[in-house]
């Protein structure tokens, strides 16, 4: 840096403080701060994650989630197209499953006839340009509302991947092109790899959900599927301890020699420094999911008239880019393309 400040500490003389250093001269105008910003947001960075339900023509509001809606498969069809209209590489499943049809062992996730893989085949018969990611996890079929088996109180671990496989064995010839394990079971990112391998799906991308938390974020989302009057107990012994940071990089490290992709790290914002250590340590394709308990701070204080919705979205959205993330999973993926395109 230049010295000093020649008049600091001293009187005020009449022509001003004699600074060298005047950061506002940066952010005097629009081109001036847009010359130097650091960090975008655009369409590209966005992953849109919609809630599939079953019937026809059937739009159903998510109460703890403004402006989330459950989509009958017809109508994610037509959700699909407006994400490619808008540019939005890719779309993510979320299925609320019928309760009559969650069993202890998840075995709907295995149906071909299940919601998230008729709407990947509709989809793609449609709006083939647009890319398809599907969660692994057993959660939204279990009767326990658990990722993966139980055995008495216990969530087992090997039993359980060998069942992740084969859904996402199930999911890929559906079609979907990103196979995303949100379960948290150890060894399962190795487990679908060598499973999707053996059946010719080489190019079927992972992106692992590495860096999970036991969360009380999650709670809209847990309301969005249904499953959050039917979990017994918490998620505690998979998913990850929010006091810990270290403990993400061996998690994320372990994901990607079993060969993942891309990696996530969940929630977002109140993990921010999760998302640029993994960033910074690995330098792979990092995404955050700004899960369904961060957008609805958002909206309830927006829809409250205590903050200004469009742009407490666009500056959550912008602080991941800023800690280095290549894109974001957000519910607000529709709103903030359309603000990006000029269109609101
Ligand atoms: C299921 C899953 C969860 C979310 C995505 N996949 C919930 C959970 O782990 O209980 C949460 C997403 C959100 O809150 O928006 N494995």
Known sequence: LPPADAAAGSALPASGLGLVHRPRRNRKTDWARRLVRESTLTVDDLIWPVFVIDGERRREPVASMPGVERLSVDEVVRAAVRAAELGI??????????????????????????LVCRACRAIKAEVPELGLLTDVALDPYTSHGHDGLMDGHRIVNDPSVRVLVEQALVQARAGADIIAPSDMMDGRVGAIRAGLDAEGFEDVQIMSYAAKYASAFYGPFRDAIGTSAALIGDKKTYQMDPCNGAEALREVELDLR???????????????????????????????????????MIRAAADNGWLDGDRAMVESLVAFKRAGADGIMTYFAPQVAEKLSGRR
């Not at 499953?97 to 969650?102: D, H, P």
């Open 89 to 114: 590489p890719v779309l993510s499943l979320f299925p609320y499953t019928e309760a009559s049809l969650r069993d202890p062992h998840g075995s709907e996730a295995l149906r071909d006839t299940n």
């Open 258 to 296: 079993e060969g993942a992709d891309m990696v996530m790290v969940k929630p977002g914002l109140p993990y921010l420094d999760i998302v640029q250590r993994v960033k910074a340590h690995f330098g792979v394709p990092t995404f955050a999911y700004q899960v369904s308990g961060e957008y609805a």
